[in-house]
């Protein structure tokens, strides 16, 4: 008998204990080592007899009397094959795919299990490779596969011996292959097993053969049988794999090669060799999910019809096969033209082009005519040869610009598995022109197929409009509310890609951020496809918030320029051509991660809205719900990076410099809040902490040793953590420095080897800001509070009920500015950062009668850290402050949104100047139309369209007053 190997805890609490390393004491204090007791001989003696009761039961021996040398079997992989077959494999097979994440899949399912690989169609070649492979990595090789001969590779001498053996009859044991599988199967060796075989002819049919199939099913049956009442039989596990040679999406209408070639999934032998020269470079193997066949039978009912079984268990293989086939080569392939046929064909369709056409008065015919020549404008044309074309530019240019690109391989399995569940909807955060391209380039790669990506209609220009059509980009006019036919054809077609199971991309923020952090989200794209769920469209979609980062944005100079109220540049050939000038540049590191996927019908479950409710506000709140969850979800894995930290230092800092010694406690103390918030770090930031990851211990016990671990915040910038944390990326934060100084945004003043000052010029705030937004996403909660705190202070308290209708107010104003978690309200947000900050040592509360007449005392330590969390919000609050003043000024005429924001810029500089203000970035055009966002959110202006403008026009209060001079008021409080 073989014992089950013994679980994790099992095996922790049996091996022999080891001395403790140097641990603390309550005071920080180091001790000595300290033995911790051993298992008892009565605990081992239990865990050893439990184990035993659920050891595997061996596999009865059919052919124990075998002699195993004298067994004809020509298909077992070679563990030496002739010079010839070497060199080839070698030149042929070094560049195909074989992820480490397989290889791990396969050694886990090998340690209690037999392994029989499944693969769809039959191939010499695919074999030959994972012979190759299985050598390179480690993996047991395969011992049967069925109508397989290894013969030809063997070794000249080796092909020799086996002549003259077969000659004499050496051979005594010809069995059957069936028999053969059970017999490898027997002594724990892997088979293979192909589904499907062909003739020499391409067009021939394959044969379905299920003989190997009711064999392994057979086997698993005796293993059940033979196993005792204290003993589990050894399970067999079948891997279903694919080795992809070709990316290309089955096709709706089947080509000319096709027909002379045969299908392209089971291609015939010529069609094989020209897939493997062309694309040998590019393939890559996929491993689907191992199928138990124990539980196979448990659940199929083990004591059926095997041939019955047999076929289940061939369909539920086929269904992981096309899972995996699915998420690689996505659904059929249909042009442009097929799908906008189908969609004006449509009965859904022709029935609202009956009602637009009996409101309007229009003929049906010219209405219908009208919507194709919209569906034509914006349809994709999806091919992969563009794709392909595409990705292989993109390999030289991001390497020219960027000197890595960071892929969050854990969160791409996790994408990678919703995939294999429903179509995907991709959205990521919107930095730059070059995110268009990342998330196709990144899916390419790693062998997932690539998306349809929403484009802007100013991107179809010549002559790239076509390559991005047929590279997957559908064009769409940035506003169609007037043009209700438009919208019905935008409608209809996003409907018709999640029908037909396209993998969608679009930007929920709408367009680029010019600031660096998430912008709001729009929710008109995202309606569509929840609403196409509820309508039975599909049975349901993955969102998957996506962060796509960059330690430097190449549209950095027309950002800032846009910003200080500069129009925007319109995408043209001229354009395109002045771009190139950016190839002989490097932008740092390209970071792409992945959050949680979000399941669109879980979350409609999760509210109880149903598809047949028909409340708006139910469905409303609903929307702006997963909205925001997406939103947040981009949050969660932004990217910490040595210029947002460095940024950030130098922008909080409230005088004209600051030493360099200063700026790395303060990025020290930034490194430890994003620690505890869980943030993730650049690979610089991780391999700087990791070097001096002593020194920073030695911080931590030196903070325990003094009492003072539970204020780290009240501490912060002076705590010995941050510190130990700013000296470990001293390096990586001087770089960023320089950088900046080269490109003339900050200054240096020496005076002393070790005595720098770094300021930033005034005038390049806003650049800088960009980067600082990249990770204020974190400190959010604590600038809220910190402001709400310091701006009702009287004689040195406040209250909890002051303070908390200060946060409420600077949370609802700042609503366009900050995406908050919408999972945890207000009240929550409010309640735990209170906490926080007691438990942290910023404040001291004293009680009172009740909850809201508690008071609220900052501590003489935390001093310092609140006026940091403080000047967090400063720009914002000053932006917000300047603007009201500016709406006051024209409460009594009507003024253009053009007129009102560079009026607003223009009293912000005289007010830096005359030093009301310290934010030079207050006066952010953005932040002003956010601002405008807000103030009619609160009834206090109102829009209305004239020409191309905007004409803003203030609300009177009832006395005649406008509201903005006591906004204006209040906002001034939060600046001091």
């Not at 050598?135 to 590779?153: C, D, E, H, T």
């Not at 074309?389 to 610009?401: D, G, K, P």
């Not at 660096?516 to 599909?538: H, N, T």
């Not at 978690?821 to 929550?828: E, I």
């Given at each position: 008998m073989e014992r089950h190997a013994l679980t994790p805890l099992e095996a922790k609490a049996l091996e022999p204990s080891e001395p403790a390393a140097g641990s603390s004491s309550g005071t920080g204090a180091a001790t000595a080592p300290v033995e911790e007791p051993r298992a008892t001989a009565e605990v081992q003696e239990a865990l050893v007899a439990q184990a035993r009761e659920r050891r595997l039961a061996r596999p009865p021996q059919r052919w124990a009397e075998l002699d195993d040398k004298r067994v004809l079997n020509t298909s077992a992989m070679l563990e030496r094959r002739n010079l010839l077959t070497r060199m080839l494999a070698h030149l042929a097979f070094r560049k195909v795919g074989f992820d480490e994440r397989h290889v791990r899949t396969i050694r886990d399912q090998a340690r209690d299990a037999d392994l029989v690989y499944v693969m769809n169609h039959h191939s010499?070649?695919?074999?030959?490779?994972?012979?190759?492979?299985?050598?390179?990595?480690?993996?047991?090789?395969?011992?049967?596969?069925?109508?397989?001969?290894?013969?030809?590779?063997?070794?000249?001498?080796?092909?020799?011996?086996?002549?003259?053996?077969?000659?004499?009859?050496?051979?005594?044991h010809r069995l059957e292959p069936t028999e053969r599988l059970a017999y490898g199967l027997?002594?724990?060796?892997?088979?293979?097993?192909?589904?499907?075989?062909?003739?020499?002819?391409?067009?021939?049919?394959?044969?379905?053969?299920?003989?190997?199939?009711?064999?392994?099913?057979?086997?698993?049956?005796?293993?059940?049988?033979?196993?005792?009442?204290?003993?589990?039989?050894?399970?067999?596990?079948?891997?279903?794999?694919?080795?992809?040679?070709?990316?290309?999406?089955?096709?709706?209408?089947?080509?000319?090669?096709?027909?002379?070639?045969?299908?392209?999934?089971?291609?015939?032998?010529?069609?094989?060799?020209?897939?493997?020269?062309?694309?040998?470079?590019?393939?890559?193997?996929?491993?689907?999910?191992?199928?138990?066949?124990?539980?196979?039978?448990?659940?199929?009912?083990?004591?059926?019809?095997?041939?019955?079984?047999?076929?289940?268990?061939?369909?539920?293989?086929?269904?992981?096969?096309?899972?995996?086939?699915?998420?690689?080569?996505?659904?059929?392939?249909?042009?442009?033209?097929?799908?906008?046929?189908?969609?004006?064909?449509?009965?859904?369709?022709?029935?609202?082009?009956?009602?637009?056409?009996?409101?309007?008065?229009?003929?049906?015919?010219?209405?219908?005519?009208?919507?194709?020549?919209?569906?034509?404008?914006?349809?994709?044309?999806?091919?992969?040869?563009?794709?392909?074309?595409?990705?292989?530019?993109?390999?030289?240019?991001?390497?020219?610009?960027?000197?890595?690109?960071?892929?969050?391989?854990d969160g791409l399995e996790r994408v990678r598995e919703a995939g294999r569940k429903a179509p995907l909807i991709l959205l990521p955060c919107h930095r730059s022109h070059v995110d268009y391209l990342v998330i196709s380039y990144t899916f390419y790669a790693n062998g997932l197929i690539a998306p349809h990506i929403a484009?802007?209609?100013?991107?179809?220009?010549?002559?790239?409009?076509?390559?991005?059509?047929?590279?997957?980009?559908?064009?769409?006019?940035?506003?169609?509310?007037?043009?209700?036919?438009?919208?019905?054809a935008f409608r209809e077609y996003i409907r018709k890609l999640v029908k037909e199971g396209y993998w969608i991309e679009f930007f929920l923020e709408g367009g680029r951020s010019r600031t660096?952090?998430?912008?709001?989200?729009?929710?008109?794209?995202?309606?569509?496809?929840?609403?196409?769920?509820?309508?039975?469209?599909?049975?349901?979609?993955?969102?998957?918030?996506?962060y796509v980062g960059y330690e430097q944005v190449i549209e950095e100079g027309a950002f800032t320029r846009e910003l200080r109220g500069g129009a925007k540049k319109k995408e043209n050939i001229t354009a395109l051509l002045n771009a190139t000038q950016v190839l002989w540049s490097k932008y740092g590191r390209l970071y792409v991660n992945f959050a949680e996927p979000i399941s669109c019908r879980e979350a409609l479950d999760r509210v109880g809205l149903a598809d047949d409710d028909e409340d708006p506000k139910a469905a409303t709140a609903f929307l702006h719900t997963l909205g925001y969850r997406v939103s947040h979800g981009i949050n969660s894995v932004a990217m910490v990076t040595p210029s947002s930290l460095a940024a950030s230092a130098l922008l909080f800092h409230p005088k004209r410099g600051a030493a360099f010694s200063h700026i790395l406690r303060r990025v020290g103390f930034l490194l430890e809040l994003a620690h505890l918030k869980g943030a993730r770090l650049s690979k610089t930031l991780e391999h700087s902490l990791k070097i001096h990851r002593q020194d920073i211990v030695a911080a931590k016990e030196e903070l325990n040793a003094s009492g003072l671990a539970g204020e780290l915040l009240a501490l912060g910038e002076h705590s010995p953590v941050a510190y130990a944390r700013g000296q470990a990326v001293g390096d990586a934060i001087a770089e960023a420095l320089g950088n900046w100084q080269k490109n003339k945004l900050v200054q240096s003043h020496v005076f002393g080897e070790d005595d720098v000052v770094w300021a930033v010029d005034p005038a390049h705030r806003i650049n800088l800001d960009f980067y600082k937004n990249n990770i204020v996403h974190l400190l959010v909660p604590e600038a809220i509070m910190a402001t709400a705190v310091r701006s009702t202070m009287e004689m040195g308290t406040t209250t909890v009920a002051r303070v908390m209708e200060g946060a409420a107010f600077l949370s609802r104003t700042f609503q366009y500015?900050?995406?908050?978690?919408?999972?945890?309200?207000?009240?929550?947000?409010?309640?735990?950062?209170?906490?926080?900050?007691?438990?942290?040592?910023?404040?001291?509360?004293?009680?009172g009668e009740d909850f809201s007449d508690v008071r609220i005392a900052i501590t003489e330590r935390g001093a310092d850290t609140m006026a940091l969390f403080h000047r967090v919000l400063l720009p914002w609050v000053e932006a917000y402050w300047l603007l009201a003043m500016t709406l006051d000024r024209h409460a009594d005429e009507p003024v253009t949104e053009t007129a009102l924001v560079k009026d607003a810029q223009t009293i912000g500089e005289r007010r830096y100047q005359v030093g009301d203000i310290t934010c030079t970035e207050a006066s952010?055009?953005?932040?002003?139309?956010?601002?405008?966002?807000?103030?009619?959110?609160?009834?206090?202006?109102?829009?209305?369209?004239?020409?191309?403008?905007?004409?803003?026009?203030?609300?009177?209060?009832?006395?005649?007053?406008?509201?903005?001079?006591?906004?204006?008021e209040r906002l001034k409080t939060y600046v001091v």
């Open positions: 010499l070649l695919d074999y030959l490779y994972f012979n190759y492979v299985f050598l390179r990595v480690g993996l047991p090789l395969v011992y049967f596969a069925n109508k397989i001969s290894m013969v030809p590779f063997r070794p000249l001498f080796r092909m020799a011996l086996y002549g003259l053996r077969r000659l004499f009859r050496y051979f005594r027997e002594r724990g060796r892997p088979a293979l097993i192909y589904l499907k075989t062909r003739t020499l002819w391409p067009w021939a049919p394959e044969k379905l053969d299920n003989t190997f199939l009711e064999a392994l099913l057979e086997s698993q049956r005796e293993r059940i049988a033979a196993a005792g009442p204290d003993e589990r039989p050894r399970p067999i596990h079948v891997i279903p794999q694919l080795l992809v040679w070709t990316l290309n999406p089955d096709r709706y209408r089947k080509s000319f090669w096709t027909t002379v070639f045969g299908n392209p999934e089971a291609p015939g032998r010529l069609r094989k060799l020209i897939n493997f020269l062309l694309n040998r470079r590019r393939a890559f193997v996929q491993v689907g999910k191992p199928i138990d066949l124990v539980e196979f039978l448990a659940a199929n009912g083990d004591q059926g019809d095997v041939g019955e079984l047999a076929r289940s268990l061939r369909y539920t293989i086929h269904q992981g096969l096309s899972i995996e086939e699915r998420v690689i080569r996505g659904p059929v392939l249909k042009r442009a033209r097929r799908l906008r046929e189908e969609i004006l064909d449509s009965a859904r369709v022709k029935a609202a082009i009956g009602a637009l056409a009996r409101e309007s008065g229009s003929s049906e015919k010219a209405l219908s005519k009208e919507i194709g020549g919209y569906l034509k404008e914006m349809a994709a044309d999806f091919s992969m040869t563009y794709v392909e074309f595409m990705c292989m530019a993109m390999t030289v240019i991001f390497s020219r610009l960027y000197s890595e690109m960071v892929i969050d391989r484009a802007g209609k100013n991107l179809n220009f010549f002559p790239v409009g076509k390559l991005f059509r047929r590279s997957g980009a559908f064009f769409i006019r940035r506003s169609f509310k007037d043009n209700p036919r438009y919208g019905m660096g952090k998430m912008l709001p989200p729009k929710f008109g794209m995202l309606k569509i496809i929840v609403d196409a769920i509820r309508a039975g469209a599909a049975k349901d979609v993955y969102l998957v918030p996506i500015e900050f995406v908050f978690d919408p999972d945890r309200g207000f009240a929550t947000a409010f309640r735990e950062t209170l906490a926080w900050f007691e438990d942290g040592g910023l404040i001291r509360r004293t009680p952010s055009s953005v932040s002003f139309q956010h601002a405008l966002d807000a103030y009619a959110e609160f009834g206090f202006l109102t829009r209305a369209r004239k020409g191309r403008e905007k004409l803003i026009t203030c609300t009177p209060a009832e006395d005649g007053e406008g509201p903005f001079a006591d906004l204006a």
